[in-house]
């Protein structure tokens, strides 16, 4: 993406890499992939803070009003964080960001080692 643009150093761009899963998955995939956790854990400690307070607002300002779109997005970008946040709006929006957080934290701890590998990063 934009770090491997930007010329990151590939301990940052693994990093980087695991910023979509809550903060334990990502920093056991960032150390095992040669990324370094207590940077992985920062990158999605801000991707989460980040995403529940501007995924809310944007929905509104751009009239999407499914709250099932809302949670599915909100856990997918905002973990933890964000889940919260939308539960707070509707529980049908905390429920499905709390089932795209997980799927999104399965599919990734599976997939993510390879797409390194295939990158040449790991």
């Known amino acids: 993406g934009l770090g491997w643009w930007l010329g990151f150093e590939q301990q940052v761009l693994v990093s980087l890499a695991t910023r979509a899963v ?4 990502a920093m ?14 920062m990158f999605v400690i801000v991707s989460g803070i980040v995403g529940a307070v ?15 779109v809302l949670g599915v997005a909100t856990g997918v970008t905002a973990h933890g964080i964000g889940t919260a ?4 709006l509707s529980e049908t929006a905390g429920a499905f960001a709390g ?4 799927l999104n934290g399965v599919f990734t701890a599976m997939l993510l080692p390879w797409l390194v590998r295939w ?3 790991g």
């Not at 089932?99 to 997980?102: E, F, H, Q, V």
């Open 22 to 25: 809550t903060t334990p998955i």
């Open 28 to 41: 056991s995939l960032a150390g095992g992939l040669g990324g370094a956790p207590e940077l992985a854990a």
């Open 54 to 68: 501007l995924a809310p607002p944007l929905f509104k300002l751009l009239g999407w009003h499914d709250d099932m």
């Open 85 to 88: 946040r939308v539960f707070h």
């Open 99 to 102: 089932l795209a957080m997980g």
């Open 119 to 121: 990158a040449h990063l």
